[in-house]
């Protein structure tokens, strides 16, 4: 049977999906669906969002009871086109020399993992068990791991690669690739840098101790070595098999349709992305589910009356339950591009620079990708999976300084404007949640990612400062304001200082001197810390495309939006599956623990219905 996805040409233009489960079958497959008039009036669960979450969480509701996608999403090595994302820009950023900054969201089936960089681990124990520590009883890391088990196959590398480098050959994670990686022509020399530096490796870093260097595991399909992403993994294993699955394509959500005597979520309205002024709507008798991923959950929420009172009373959006945390507690990953250079004719050939410099050389690799599934193309285009994540302690020998420092700033002021008292005592939970993970020598704050190539991204993982999503009209269509709040907190500045030192001193390391790495940026000529400061503010990007917490799972005291049901409080019928769930940022990339957020929602909402 062909795939309905070939015939969908505009499916590149998707920003926001309805995914629509009914209990009885309508036709004799799962049906992407073109118009609103081939839908049913209701269904017993609407979930917001056809991303990473909505897929994940889809799939394993409509089972209670062929690769045909454009070869530049399938092909590891290809850039993925630029239609299939959608970005916005923030408010100029202070903590930045007040530049603003790229928001970055997916805009296709499938979500971020249609085009992110494929880099799949989980985070440390401790980041997990802190969200558990602050009231959310089964999210800790024994709560999570079955979860982060049940969404993953793993495949062991070539018994010659484990034996080389520090890879793990048995634990239950996701697929990888090992297959002529550019970068690992140099991992050789990035391992020994470390390891000379008092870095060990570290060949297990999906057990619960992300950190130190390793190597780690891909989002891909092994067998044809192509991407794995939720579309590929959730919707295309059921699409003939699933008649209680509608996808609606090409709509966005303007608001949640809520009974406003009972408090009740009773289903959503919606509009064509080709026709605005036509609003069509469609019941939910269970639940709407709300998987529109951080940056557009709370404007959903927000434009539907569900937020804070302040801010929708100005706008003139009637309160349904006063929620201050809509929008607020946003986090990602502030990350800096440092250049550094070789000398080629000691370099082990061929260099990542030839993708950009060589079309010849691009066109032969993907030929060979193609004919028999090896070669550089089965890496994910310009980027790495040999990384250091590390702790404060293995960052800097002043990392109990620098606690002292964040146990001393002022939290009201690094706080987004707006932020109510709930908001400030979530935020000092939170602060002294991450203290204990910075005093951790088993947590880390800093990534340093290598792909053999000529930049080398430098990450704040569990940066301190918060930001907001807040809407700025009752127009369901238009963009939110969006504000990272990058380096508001101090000690984040303080972090990233430690990180380009450390980043010298990698670069600096013996064993590097066999290929001649030099630093080229930022390059500041010394060791004073304000001219890395000033470097770092003038480098560093606001985003590693890794955003959370606006919808945050913590008590309602701490300025929470959800319980650990997933429910938003005060209104019935309504939950949140989607990273804006996540009250703090992992120290990791986050799709491997989307995909568990959204396996363990699963399961909690199936179990609710049980209980009815």
């Not at 249609?114 to 959310?136: H, K, P």
């Not at 050959?169 to 990035?190: D, M, P």
Request: net charge positive.
């Amino acid at each position: 049977m062909a795939s309905p996805w070939s015939s969908l040409s505009a499916l590149a233009l998707i920003f926001i999906h309805l995914t629509l489960v009914c209990p009885q079958p309508l036709v004799n497959r799962a049906t992407v669906v073109d118009s609103a008039t081939k839908l049913k009036r209701q269904y017993d669960y609407v979930i917001v969002g056809g991303g990473t979450s909505g897929l994940t969480v889809a799939n394993r509701l409509t089972n209670d009871s062929s690769d045909k996608l454009e070869p530049e999403i399938l092909v590891p090595g290809l850039p993925p086109p630029k239609e299939y994302s959608r970005n916005y820009v923030s408010v100029p950023q202070p903590g930045l020399l007040n530049k603003p900054q790229a928001v970055y969201s997916a805009a296709v089936v499938g979500g971020g993992t249609v085009i992110n960089g494929m880099f799949f681990n989980r985070a440390s124990a401790a980041d997990y068990d802190g969200w558990e520590a602050l009231g959310n009883l089964g999210w800790g890391w024994k709560g999570l791991l079955p979860y982060f088990k049940k969404s993953e196959n793993f495949t062991p590398p070539p018994p010659e690669l484990a034996a080389q480098y520090p890879i793990s050959t048995s634990l239950s994670t996701n697929t990888q690739s090992c297959e002529e990686a550019n970068e690992l022509r140099l991992a050789e020399y990035f391992y020994k840098a470390w390891n000379s530096i008092g870095v060990p490796s570290n060949p297990q870093p999906n057990g619960g101790r992300a950190v130190d260097a390793f190597y780690s595991t891909l989002s891909l399909t092994v067998g044809n070595q192509s991407r794995c992403s939720a579309s590929t993994a959730y919707y295309r294993p059921i699409e003939d098999k699933r008649p209680n699955f509608h996808l609606l394509t090409l709509h966005s959500v303007t608001k949640i349709s809520i009974d406003k005597k009972n408090k009740r979520a009773t289903g959503v309205q919606f509009v064509s992305r080709n026709n605005t002024k036509t609003v069509h709507s469609v019941r939910a008798s269970q639940e709407v589910i709300i998987a529109a991923g951080a940056p557009r959950s709370p404007q959903i929420l927000q434009v539907s009356g569900i937020g804070p009172r302040k801010l929708l009373s100005r706008l003139g959006i009637d309160v349904i339950e006063n929620l201050p945390g809509v929008g607020y507690n946003f986090q990602d990953q502030p990350s800096m591009f440092a250049g550094v250079t070789y000398n080629y004719s000691k370099y082990p050939q061929p260099s990542p620079g030839l993708y950009f410099s060589n079309q010849t050389w691009v066109a032969e690799q993907l030929a060979l990708y193609y004919k028999n599934r090896t070669g550089p193309d089965t890496q994910a285009y310009i980027s790495g999976t040999t990384v250091a994540f590390l702790s404060l302690q293995r960052l800097t020998n002043n990392y109990r300084k620098i606690i002292a420092s964040a146990r001393t700033a002022d939290l009201a002021k690094a706080l987004p404007a707006g932020a109510d008292s709930t908001l400030l005592a979530g935020y000092k939970a939170q602060q002294a949640s991450i203290l204990s993970d910075y005093a951790s020598p088993d947590a880390a704050v800093h990534e340093l990612a290598f792909a053999g190539g000529e930049t080398v991204p430098l990450v704040v993982l569990k940066p301190l400062s918060r930001g907001s999503i807040l809407i700025n009209t009752s127009d369901p269509l238009a963009d939110s304001v969006f504000d990272y709040g990058t380096f508001q907190h101090p000690v984040d500045m303080q972090v990233a200082v430690a990180m380009y030192k450390k980043f010298r001193q990698f670069v600096a390391a013996e064993p590097w001197k066999a290929v001649r790495m030099r630093e080229t940026s930022p390059d500041v000529g010394g060791s004073d810390d304000g001219e890395i400061e000033k470097a770092i503010r003038n480098m560093t990007q606001s985003t590693w495309s890794h955003p959370v917490g606006t919808c945050a799972m913590l008590p309602r005291r701490y300025g929470g939006v959800v319980g650990p049901g997933l429910k938003v409080y005060g209104v019935q019928g309504l939950s949140v599956v989607d990273a804006s769930v996540m009250p703090m940022i992992p120290a990791t990339h986050t799709s491997s623990t989307v995909y568990a957020v959204a396996e363990k929602a699963a399961d909690i909402i199936i179990a609710r219905r049980r209980r009815k």
